[in-house]
């Protein structure tokens, strides 16, 4: 009997591992390039701070938050709480909206999919509203609330950081 | 002037050797001073690493239920705290991690009192890949939307649903070991091979009685659990089968294998809602037949809206029975259930539902419930 569960337990084992093999060939299309040795450091203390409790409910949960700026927009690399742990994402901002995002890192576990394309796409274009809210209202997936949430508070207080430091030229 | 110079010399090398002296106490001094300081920073470090690696959590649910009962139904008021929950987890490494669960139910637990402790999760994953983890030790079965999901402030009413409750049977967790992860972008799997039920004539073979709980459980009989899921954003459709090769773990010659099959779906779209799930079991052998519980069964659903982030309404139709295989057993349940639930932070939410019964035993109880929860 013990035998027959192994046996039946390998083989589904090699079917998803097949399946995966196949399928990890779509992630991640968003592009981010820049050297990360140009990263700029912000210490979470006085306004930035404020500004962290305010859109996330909880203490920054790292020192400093990086960004890095190209021709046209500011890069930003924001920590959050997930289920799991910390949730690290990267957000593209040029004319107060976000043009591309992605999860770094994740240890999410019904929540793997705040990693995929389809949950990362709602984000392009989203800007902050006039309430300084997200503009507009992101599908999370269901039965992974908190993982969802993380992404989303990192997209607001993406927004409100980049908001508050307008680009400039010498940018 | 001879006397003079050699009692220089020698008051010159006695101020040189105290001078040496009083110089190698100072180094040592120094030394020392600087290795307490490396071993203090040292343990400074140390413990934040170690703290860096734990992650705490929890959640917890006070609960006042005032329904009345009909038939011969009892009335109840009570309040209770039904659930105090703490969450430990701990980094091995990035690919190796600790979760356990550790909850008291009905705050008080002891010989002869209403509650008791219970660890709920305790396993460990290894992260394989990207897509894939494996898992082992004591877990949440992946069957069902509440049952490895059940903060209170994720979902409606005061009371978790009665189908998940008896039929499920949530929360239910077993020892074993398997693998969850995802396939093909939006499928998500988990598969488990673990401990067993162990029902018996004693509770009808209801599945729920059936629960050990890993606590020095029967295993001569394993079972095992496969889950797939369908995500997209604000979609979840899934469905899950369990396979128990004795669900008395041989202690019943009348009693044999049983198998769950569920499936559920999960909508939420902008400030709508909507809950569903079907879940049948059917237990092999005699047994259970002359009980009826050679069928088990029950659905729900749940529709609700949601028109500002801190108020949401729902309605719930619940139909269920422990012994469906006798058609005339009289088993049948239905609950009617409609309320609310305000979140006055994300983390923390106060409900009010009002439940309705229409039993065919004309047992029922009906009234409302009002309940405080939390996590973090």
Redesign the interface.
């Given at each position: 009997m013990t035998s027959k569960w192994l046996v039946l337990f390998l083989q589904a084992g090699g079917l998803l591992t097949l399946a995966s093999c196949v399928s990890n060939g779509n992630r991640n299309t968003a592009v981010f390039t820049q050297d990360t040795a140009s990263e700029i450091s912000i210490p979470v203390i006085g306004q930035t701070e404020r500004v962290c409790r305010e859109s996330l409910g909880y203490t920054y949960p790292s020192t400093e938050i990086l960004y890095y700026t190209t021709a046209t927009s500011r890069v930003w690399t924001i920590m959050t709480r997930g289920r799991h742990g910390i949730v690290t994402s990267q957000f593209e901002i040029g004319d107060g909206a976000i043009r591309n995002i992605r999860v770094l890192s994740s240890k999410e576990q019904r929540g793997r999919q705040i990693k995929s394309q389809r949950f990362l796409r709602q984000f392009e274009g989203v800007s902050l509203s006039a309430r300084n809210a997200l503009n507009k209202r992101v599908d999370g997936i269901t039965g992974a609330t908190i993982s969802s949430k993380a992404v989303n508070d990192a997209a607001l207080l993406a927004l409100k950081l980049d908001a508050a430091m307008p680009l400039k030229a010498s940018d | 002037m001879r006397g003079t110079r050699v009692a220089t010399i020698v008051i010159g090398f006695v101020l040189v050797a105290l001078a040496h002296g009083a110089g190698a106490q100072t180094t040592e001094g120094r030394l020392s001073q600087l290795e307490q300081e490396i071993a203090d920073m040292k343990k400074q470090h140390s413990d934040g690493r170690l703290l860096d690696n734990v992650?705490f959590g929890g959640y917890g649910e006070l609960h006042y239920n005032n329904p009345s009962g009909s038939g011969d139904a009892s009335d109840t008021e009570s309040i209770d705290f039904h659930r105090f929950v703490l969450f430990i987890?701990y980094?091995f490494s990035d690919r190796i991690?600790f979760?356990s669960e550790l909850e008291l139910e009905h705050s008080l637990s002891g010989n002869g009192e209403p509650g008791e402790v219970e660890l709920e999760q305790a396993y460990i994953?290894f992260t394989l890949?990207?897509?894939?983890?494996a898992r082992g030790g004591l877990l949440l079965l992946p069957i069902g939307?509440l049952n490895?999901?059940h903060e209170p402030t994720?979902f409606y009413g005061v009371e978790r649903n009665a189908v998940e409750k008896n039929i499920i049977p949530t929360t239910w967790w077993e020892a074993g070991a398997?693998?969850?992860?995802?396939?093909?972008?939006?499928i998500?799997?988990a598969?488990y091979?673990h401990s067993g039920l162990m029902t018996s004539t004693n509770s009808s073979y209801a599945v729920r009685s059936g629960r050990q709980k890993v606590a020095k459980a029967q295993a001569s009989d394993?079972a095992?659990t496969?889950a797939v899921?369908w995500?997209?954003?604000?979609?979840?459709v899934g469905g899950s089968l369990q396979y128990q090769?004795d669900i008395t773990q041989g202690a019943d010659s009348d009693a044999g294998e049983a198998l769950l099959r569920e499936v559920h779906v999960?909508?939420?779209?902008?400030s709508v809602a909507l809950l569903a799930l079907y879940a049948h079991w059917t237990l092999d052998g005699d047994g259970p037949k002359a009980y009826g519980a050679d069928e088990q069964y029950g659905w729900y659903i749940e529709p609700s809206f949601r028109p500002i982030e801190t108020v949401g309404f729902f309605a719930r139709y619940s139909e269920w029975s422990n012994s469906a295989g006798h058609s005339n057993s009289n088993a049948e349940k239905t609950q009617y259930d409609a309320g609310l639930n305000w979140w006055p932070?994300?983390?923390v939410v106060l409900k009010a539902d009002y439940q309705w019964q229409d039993n065919e035993d004309g047992k029922d109880q009906s009234g409302f419930n009002l309940g405080l929860g939390y996590d973090f």
């Open positions: - | 992650h987890g980094d991690r979760n994953d890949n990207d897509s894939h983890t939307i490895e999901t994720t398997g693998a969850h992860g995802q396939l093909l972008g939006d998500s799997y598969a091979i394993l095992g496969l899921n995500q997209i954003p604000g979609v979840t090769s999960d909508v939420q779209k902008g932070h994300r983390q």
